[in-house]
Protein backbone atom coordinates (compact mmCIF):
# COMPACT_ATOMS: atom_id res chain seq x y z
CA UNK A 1 0.00 0.00 0.00
CA UNK A 2 2.60 2.25 0.90
CA UNK A 3 4.33 1.68 -2.58
CA UNK A 4 1.04 2.63 -4.34
CA UNK A 5 0.97 5.80 -2.24
CA UNK A 6 4.04 6.99 -3.09
CA UNK A 7 4.00 6.00 -7.10
CA UNK A 8 0.95 8.23 -7.12
CA UNK A 9 2.42 11.00 -5.08
CA UNK A 10 5.42 11.11 -7.08
CA UNK A 11 3.01 10.89 -10.59
CA UNK A 12 1.14 13.94 -8.36
CA UNK A 13 4.75 15.90 -7.77
CA UNK A 14 5.44 16.00 -11.73
CA UNK A 15 2.50 16.66 -12.53
CA UNK A 16 2.56 19.83 -10.33
CA UNK A 17 6.26 20.90 -11.46
CA UNK A 18 5.70 20.40 -15.43
CA UNK A 19 2.53 22.81 -14.75
CA UNK A 20 4.48 25.36 -13.13
CA UNK A 21 7.11 25.41 -15.62
CA UNK A 22 4.94 24.85 -18.54
CA UNK A 23 3.49 28.50 -18.84
CA UNK A 24 7.61 30.08 -18.96
CA UNK A 25 8.46 27.33 -21.43
CA UNK A 26 5.55 27.90 -24.00
CA UNK A 27 6.89 31.88 -23.64
CA UNK A 28 9.87 30.54 -25.03
CA UNK A 29 8.74 28.61 -27.57
CA UNK A 30 6.46 31.58 -29.17
CA UNK A 31 9.70 34.00 -28.66
CA UNK A 32 11.70 31.66 -30.65
CA UNK A 33 8.60 31.23 -33.36
CA UNK A 34 8.26 27.07 -33.07
CA UNK A 35 5.02 27.44 -34.18
CA UNK A 36 3.63 23.89 -36.16
CA UNK A 37 3.39 24.37 -39.76
CA UNK A 38 0.93 22.31 -41.97
CA UNK A 39 1.19 19.25 -43.72
CA UNK A 40 0.31 18.95 -47.55
CA UNK A 41 -1.29 15.79 -47.56
CA UNK A 42 -3.57 17.28 -44.82
CA UNK A 43 -5.35 19.60 -47.38
CA UNK A 44 -6.15 21.60 -44.93
CA UNK A 45 -7.71 19.97 -42.39
CA UNK A 46 -5.55 21.48 -39.55
CA UNK A 47 -4.96 25.19 -40.76
CA UNK A 48 -6.64 26.54 -38.22
CA UNK A 49 -3.65 25.19 -35.92
CA UNK A 50 -0.68 26.55 -37.93
CA UNK A 51 1.38 28.84 -35.49
CA UNK A 52 0.54 26.92 -32.91
CA UNK A 53 3.92 26.16 -30.69
CA UNK A 54 5.42 22.43 -31.07
CA UNK A 55 7.82 20.42 -29.93
CA UNK A 56 5.83 20.20 -26.28
CA UNK A 57 6.99 16.58 -25.81
CA UNK A 58 10.06 18.34 -23.65
CA UNK A 59 7.40 19.14 -21.20
CA UNK A 60 6.52 15.93 -20.85
CA UNK A 61 10.49 14.72 -20.99
CA UNK A 62 12.40 16.83 -18.23
CA UNK A 63 10.49 16.71 -15.19
CA UNK A 64 10.56 13.07 -15.98
CA UNK A 65 14.08 13.23 -16.64
CA UNK A 66 13.96 14.86 -13.22
CA UNK A 67 12.11 13.45 -11.19
CA UNK A 68 14.06 9.95 -12.02
CA UNK A 69 17.46 11.19 -11.81
CA UNK A 70 16.28 12.69 -8.21
CA UNK A 71 14.62 9.41 -7.07
CA UNK A 72 18.01 7.49 -8.09
CA UNK A 73 20.77 10.07 -6.31
CA UNK A 74 18.59 9.39 -3.21
CA UNK A 75 18.83 5.64 -3.77
CA UNK A 76 22.68 5.69 -4.18
CA UNK A 77 22.31 7.07 -0.02
CA UNK A 78 18.76 5.22 0.94
CA UNK A 79 18.25 1.99 -0.52
CA UNK A 80 15.01 0.52 -2.27
CA UNK A 81 13.58 4.14 -2.86
CA UNK A 82 13.67 4.15 -6.18
CA UNK A 83 15.87 1.33 -9.03
CA UNK A 84 18.38 1.94 -11.63
CA UNK A 85 16.05 -0.61 -14.13
CA UNK A 86 13.55 2.45 -14.86
CA UNK A 87 17.34 4.20 -16.42
CA UNK A 88 16.21 2.16 -19.34
CA UNK A 89 13.04 3.55 -20.35
CA UNK A 90 14.50 6.76 -19.32
CA UNK A 91 17.36 6.39 -21.86
CA UNK A 92 14.50 5.54 -24.32
CA UNK A 93 13.01 8.50 -23.23
CA UNK A 94 15.51 10.37 -24.02
CA UNK A 95 16.93 9.00 -27.11
CA UNK A 96 13.56 8.93 -28.92
CA UNK A 97 13.06 12.63 -27.91
CA UNK A 98 16.16 13.86 -29.33
CA UNK A 99 15.66 12.11 -31.89
CA UNK A 100 12.04 14.03 -32.57
CA UNK A 101 13.12 17.19 -31.63
CA UNK A 102 15.89 16.81 -34.40
CA UNK A 103 12.43 15.54 -36.90
CA UNK A 104 10.73 18.89 -35.71
CA UNK A 105 13.74 20.90 -36.25
CA UNK A 106 14.18 19.80 -38.94
CA UNK A 107 10.57 20.57 -40.28
CA UNK A 108 11.01 24.00 -39.01
CA UNK A 109 14.24 24.99 -39.79
CA UNK A 110 15.73 22.52 -42.16
CA UNK A 111 16.18 22.54 -46.24
CA UNK A 112 13.54 19.91 -47.30
CA UNK A 113 10.21 20.81 -47.89
CA UNK A 114 8.02 23.06 -45.82
CA UNK A 115 6.76 21.07 -43.04
CA UNK A 116 9.14 17.89 -43.72
CA UNK A 117 11.31 16.76 -41.50
CA UNK A 118 14.40 13.66 -41.88
CA UNK A 119 13.55 12.26 -44.18
CA UNK A 120 12.06 8.47 -43.90
CA UNK A 121 14.91 6.48 -44.15
CA UNK A 122 16.87 8.30 -41.76
CA UNK A 123 14.57 8.56 -39.07
CA UNK A 124 13.90 4.63 -39.30
CA UNK A 125 17.64 3.93 -39.13
CA UNK A 126 17.66 5.91 -35.75
CA UNK A 127 14.53 4.27 -34.70
CA UNK A 128 15.96 1.02 -35.39
CA UNK A 129 19.54 1.54 -33.55
CA UNK A 130 17.92 3.08 -30.52
CA UNK A 131 15.59 0.43 -30.28
CA UNK A 132 17.96 -2.42 -30.69
CA UNK A 133 20.04 -0.89 -27.92
CA UNK A 134 16.84 -1.28 -25.44
CA UNK A 135 16.23 -4.79 -26.57
CA UNK A 136 20.12 -6.04 -25.73
CA UNK A 137 19.87 -3.65 -22.15
CA UNK A 138 16.76 -5.16 -21.52
CA UNK A 139 17.51 -8.65 -22.44
CA UNK A 140 20.88 -8.90 -20.81
CA UNK A 141 21.72 -5.99 -18.44
CA UNK A 142 17.82 -6.22 -16.86
CA UNK A 143 17.59 -10.00 -17.65
CA UNK A 144 13.76 -9.53 -18.87
CA UNK A 145 13.80 -11.59 -22.10
CA UNK A 146 10.74 -13.35 -21.78
CA UNK A 147 7.10 -13.24 -22.64
CA UNK A 148 4.06 -14.00 -20.75
CA UNK A 149 1.04 -14.94 -22.16
CA UNK A 150 -2.84 -14.52 -20.36
CA UNK A 151 -3.74 -17.45 -18.39
CA UNK A 152 -0.59 -19.49 -19.47
CA UNK A 153 1.27 -20.19 -16.06
CA UNK A 154 4.51 -20.75 -17.80
CA UNK A 155 7.26 -17.80 -18.56
CA UNK A 156 8.67 -18.31 -22.17
CA UNK A 157 12.21 -17.79 -22.38
CA UNK A 158 13.28 -16.15 -26.02
CA UNK A 159 16.90 -15.63 -25.75
CA UNK A 160 18.56 -13.97 -28.38
CA UNK A 161 15.14 -14.00 -30.63
CA UNK A 162 14.16 -11.45 -27.86
CA UNK A 163 16.28 -8.93 -28.99
CA UNK A 164 14.51 -8.52 -32.78
CA UNK A 165 10.67 -8.77 -31.59
CA UNK A 166 11.55 -6.56 -28.97
CA UNK A 167 13.69 -3.70 -31.26
CA UNK A 168 10.72 -4.45 -33.33
CA UNK A 169 7.84 -3.50 -31.34
CA UNK A 170 9.65 -0.60 -29.86
CA UNK A 171 9.64 1.01 -33.37
CA UNK A 172 6.27 -0.28 -34.37
CA UNK A 173 4.91 1.34 -31.34
CA UNK A 174 6.63 4.93 -30.97
CA UNK A 175 5.34 5.26 -35.00
CA UNK A 176 1.79 4.12 -33.68
CA UNK A 177 1.95 6.97 -31.24
CA UNK A 178 3.62 9.45 -33.86
CA UNK A 179 0.39 8.58 -36.37
CA UNK A 180 -1.83 9.04 -33.19
CA UNK A 181 -0.47 12.72 -32.90
CA UNK A 182 -3.07 14.40 -34.64
CA UNK A 183 -5.70 16.10 -32.70
CA UNK A 184 -5.82 17.67 -29.30
CA UNK A 185 -5.67 16.06 -26.50
CA UNK A 186 -5.29 12.76 -28.24
CA UNK A 187 -1.63 11.12 -28.12
CA UNK A 188 -1.09 12.57 -24.89
CA UNK A 189 -4.64 10.98 -23.24
CA UNK A 190 -4.05 8.00 -24.74
CA UNK A 191 -0.88 7.22 -23.54
CA UNK A 192 -1.25 8.35 -20.37
CA UNK A 193 -4.25 5.68 -20.09
CA UNK A 194 -2.02 3.20 -21.20
CA UNK A 195 1.27 3.99 -18.65
CA UNK A 196 -1.89 3.77 -15.90
CA UNK A 197 -2.27 0.40 -17.33
CA UNK A 198 1.35 -0.56 -16.72
CA UNK A 199 1.43 1.08 -13.66
CA UNK A 200 -0.87 -1.26 -12.75
CA UNK A 201 0.39 -4.15 -14.00
CA UNK A 202 3.70 -3.69 -12.31
CA UNK A 203 2.41 -2.86 -9.41
CA UNK A 204 0.47 -6.37 -9.40
CA UNK A 205 4.32 -7.79 -10.64
CA UNK A 206 5.79 -6.32 -7.47
CA UNK A 207 8.09 -3.83 -9.51
CA UNK A 208 7.70 -1.03 -7.22
CA UNK A 209 10.49 0.89 -9.20
CA UNK A 210 8.78 0.86 -12.45
CA UNK A 211 5.56 1.35 -11.36
CA UNK A 212 7.02 4.80 -9.89
CA UNK A 213 7.97 5.51 -13.38
CA UNK A 214 4.72 4.42 -15.22
CA UNK A 215 2.90 7.18 -12.63
CA UNK A 216 5.41 9.66 -13.17
CA UNK A 217 5.01 9.80 -16.64
CA UNK A 218 1.61 9.83 -16.07
CA UNK A 219 1.72 13.09 -14.03
CA UNK A 220 4.20 14.53 -16.60
CA UNK A 221 0.99 13.73 -19.92
CA UNK A 222 -1.50 14.91 -17.14
CA UNK A 223 0.47 18.55 -17.27
CA UNK A 224 1.10 18.46 -20.92
CA UNK A 225 -2.48 17.97 -21.55
CA UNK A 226 -3.05 20.70 -19.33
CA UNK A 227 -1.57 22.91 -22.28
CA UNK A 228 -2.86 20.99 -25.04
CA UNK A 229 -6.62 20.68 -24.07
CA UNK A 230 -8.79 21.79 -26.78
CA UNK A 231 -8.34 24.77 -27.91
CA UNK A 232 -4.56 23.49 -27.73
CA UNK A 233 -1.58 26.01 -26.76
CA UNK A 234 0.35 23.35 -27.50
CA UNK A 235 1.42 20.36 -29.91
CA UNK A 236 4.10 17.84 -28.17
CA UNK A 237 5.57 17.41 -31.94
CA UNK A 238 7.45 14.36 -32.76
CA UNK A 239 9.61 14.93 -29.66
CA UNK A 240 6.90 14.01 -27.51
CA UNK A 241 5.09 11.32 -29.89
CA UNK A 242 8.57 9.18 -31.11
CA UNK A 243 9.69 9.28 -27.00
CA UNK A 244 6.22 7.97 -25.59
CA UNK A 245 5.59 5.33 -27.86
CA UNK A 246 9.16 3.72 -27.31
CA UNK A 247 9.01 4.21 -23.67
CA UNK A 248 5.43 2.68 -23.22
CA UNK A 249 6.61 -0.10 -25.29
CA UNK A 250 9.81 -0.55 -23.11
CA UNK A 251 7.69 -0.30 -20.31
CA UNK A 252 5.39 -3.08 -21.70
CA UNK A 253 8.46 -5.15 -22.55
CA UNK A 254 9.97 -4.89 -18.67
CA UNK A 255 6.63 -6.39 -17.91
CA UNK A 256 6.98 -9.04 -19.74
CA UNK A 257 3.33 -8.31 -20.98
CA UNK A 258 4.26 -7.26 -24.11
CA UNK A 259 1.94 -9.09 -26.09
CA UNK A 260 -1.14 -7.39 -24.51
CA UNK A 261 0.64 -3.95 -25.80
CA UNK A 262 -2.28 -3.93 -28.23
CA UNK A 263 -4.53 -4.07 -26.32
CA UNK A 264 -4.00 -1.66 -24.32
CA UNK A 265 -2.35 0.30 -27.02
CA UNK A 266 -5.53 -0.44 -29.02
CA UNK A 267 -5.93 3.38 -30.15
CA UNK A 268 -2.17 3.97 -31.84
CA UNK A 269 -2.91 0.13 -33.19
CA UNK A 270 -5.91 1.22 -35.20
CA UNK A 271 -4.44 4.39 -36.07
CA UNK A 272 -1.53 2.32 -37.65
CA UNK A 273 -3.65 -0.50 -39.11
CA UNK A 274 -5.99 2.64 -40.79
CA UNK A 275 -2.84 3.69 -42.61
CA UNK A 276 -1.93 0.49 -43.70
CA UNK A 277 -5.27 -0.38 -45.09
CA UNK A 278 -5.45 2.80 -46.46
CA UNK A 279 -2.06 2.65 -48.71
CA UNK A 280 -3.11 -0.74 -49.75
CA UNK A 281 -6.36 -0.24 -51.05
CA UNK A 282 -5.09 2.96 -52.93
CA UNK A 283 -2.28 0.72 -54.64
CA UNK A 284 -4.93 -1.80 -55.26
CA UNK A 285 -7.61 0.44 -56.55
CA UNK A 286 -4.98 2.16 -59.08
CA UNK A 287 -3.35 -1.27 -60.23
CA UNK A 288 -6.37 -3.13 -60.63
CA UNK A 289 -9.25 -0.84 -61.22
CA UNK A 290 -7.51 1.97 -62.83
CA UNK A 291 -9.20 4.82 -60.54
CA UNK A 292 -8.66 5.65 -56.88
CA UNK A 293 -10.16 3.96 -54.41
CA UNK A 294 -9.49 3.91 -50.77
CA UNK A 295 -11.13 2.66 -47.57
CA UNK A 296 -11.16 5.96 -45.65
CA UNK A 297 -11.85 9.29 -46.06
CA UNK A 298 -8.65 10.01 -44.65
CA UNK A 299 -5.78 8.12 -42.33
CA UNK A 300 -4.89 8.01 -40.00
CA UNK A 301 -8.37 6.60 -38.53
CA UNK A 302 -9.02 10.05 -36.27
CA UNK A 303 -9.23 11.98 -39.29
CA UNK A 304 -11.46 9.76 -41.04
CA UNK A 305 -13.99 10.35 -37.93
CA UNK A 306 -13.45 14.16 -38.44
CA UNK A 307 -14.37 14.27 -42.14
CA UNK A 308 -17.68 12.00 -41.12
CA UNK A 309 -18.59 15.13 -39.42
CA UNK A 310 -17.67 14.26 -35.64
CA UNK A 311 -16.27 17.26 -33.97
CA UNK A 312 -12.40 16.71 -32.49
CA UNK A 313 -13.56 17.04 -28.98
CA UNK A 314 -16.36 13.97 -30.18
CA UNK A 315 -12.75 12.11 -31.16
CA UNK A 316 -10.70 12.40 -28.79
CA UNK A 317 -13.36 12.19 -25.82
CA UNK A 318 -14.67 8.73 -27.84
CA UNK A 319 -11.08 7.64 -28.57
CA UNK A 320 -10.04 8.04 -24.96
CA UNK A 321 -13.03 6.17 -22.99
CA UNK A 322 -12.23 2.76 -25.97
CA UNK A 323 -8.48 3.52 -24.57
CA UNK A 324 -9.88 3.55 -20.79
CA UNK A 325 -11.64 0.59 -21.79
CA UNK A 326 -8.75 -1.25 -23.27
CA UNK A 327 -6.68 -0.32 -20.75
CA UNK A 328 -8.86 -1.96 -18.06
CA UNK A 329 -9.15 -4.77 -20.06
CA UNK A 330 -5.46 -4.78 -20.76
CA UNK A 331 -5.16 -5.35 -16.92
CA UNK A 332 -7.68 -8.22 -16.64
CA UNK A 333 -6.15 -10.12 -18.88
CA UNK A 334 -2.93 -9.60 -16.71
CA UNK A 335 -4.45 -11.13 -14.11
CA UNK A 336 -5.47 -14.51 -15.57
Known amino acids: ?26 ELLRLFKIG ?34 GLNLVNLLVPDISGRSILVPLAVLVYFGALGAWDDWEGLRGTRAVGEGLSARLKFIAQVLGAVAAAVAIAFVLELDFMLLPGVPVTFELGILYVPIAALIIVGTSNAVNLTDGMDG ?3 IITASAFAAYGVIALLQGQVFLTQFC ?43 WIILPVIAIIPMAE ?22 RIFKMAPLHYHFKLLGWSETQVVQ ?19
Not at 1 to 26: E, H, K, N, R, Y
Open 1 to 26: MQDTAFALSVGSFTFLIAVIWGGPFL
Open 272 to 293: TISVILQVASARYSRRYLGEDR
Open 36 to 69: KINRVELNGIQDEKVGTPTMGGFLIIFPVLIVTI
Open 186 to 188: LAG
Open 318 to 336: RFWLVGILAGMFGVALALL
Open 215 to 257: FTMVGACFAFLWFNAHPAQLFMGDTGSLALGATLATVALMTGQ
